[in-house]
């Protein structure tokens, strides 16, 4: 199938072990983090967000890390599964009168091994 | 509920050559964003509508790039002439009210 990327930074990660997924954003004014996943050949799919105001929200076998004096996100998978395989993507949103405005950052290659 | 239909999936052209790009957004759906995606990084906004009027074209190369959604549903992204750098996947995603966006799955174009 198609390749999201190739030269994007790598976690290698055995089926049903845990993954951390890290990503840095540099603007503080952000409304909400969103944590993306696009497989090969998809558009991105949005798994969770999290509002600028809060430090964590959980989801089903996901749960999302915010530290704002680090300028840091981080997105806790459980228990990965083959269909975890993919490029995830950090983005901050921003809130506006005329339309939201979505911001990714790089991304993540994630492999689980079986 | 369908997602977003884009057309056509690949297209490869030469430079200096024209090519146009379609989307079909979610019914009810009133704001579309256009992306580019370089390889190995994340979706750059290159244009967002609301409903028919253009909300934010800021990182649209406008010498090259044009894109209109006339009747507010669907929309047209065109590039002439085309360069090596435009090779990317073009994404288009819509979004109802609030702040999700659902992404159609792109098309690939490859620039010769």
């Known amino acids: 199938g198609e390749s999201v990327g190739l030269h994007l930074p790598t976690l290698s990660v055995q089926e049903g072990d845990n993954s951390i997924i890290n990503c840095a954003y540099s603007n503080s004014a952000s409304d909400y983090f969103i944590w993306y996943k696009q497989e090969s050949g998809k558009g991105p799919q949005f798994i969770i967000d999290?509002?600028?105001?809060?430090d964590k929200r959980q989801g089903q076998r996901v749960t999302v890390l915010l530290n704002k004096t680090v300028k840091h996100l981080s997105l806790q998978i459980a228990a990965t599964q083959p269909g975890d395989s993919a490029v995830y993507f950090c983005a901050e949103l921003h809130v506006r009168a005329a339309g939201n405005k979505l911001t990714f950052g790089g991304g993540t290659r994630v492999l689980v091994k079986p | 509920e369908a997602g977003v239909a884009q057309s056509p999936r690949y297209k490869i052209i030469e430079k200096r050559q024209s090519v146009a790009f379609w989307c079909n957004p979610i019914?009810?759906?009133?704001?579309l964003y256009w992306y580019q995606q370089i390889l190995g990084q994340g979706p750059k906004l290159l244009i967002q509508?609301?409903?028919?009027?253009?909300?934010?074209d800021s990182q649209l190369p406008k010498d090259r790039f044009s894109a209109e959604r006339l009747k507010g549903v669907d929309s047209t992204l065109k590039i002439q002439p085309a360069k090596l750098e435009d090779s990317a996947v073009y994404l288009c995603?819509?979004?109802?009210?609030?702040?999700?966006?659902?992404f159609g799955p792109g098309t690939r174009l490859t620039v010769t």
């Open positions: 999290i509002r600028s105001n809060m």
């Open positions: 019914s009810g759906h009133a704001t």
């Open positions: 509508f609301q409903n028919n009027g253009v909300v934010d």
């Open positions: 995603a819509s979004s109802k009210q609030g702040y999700e966006q659902y």
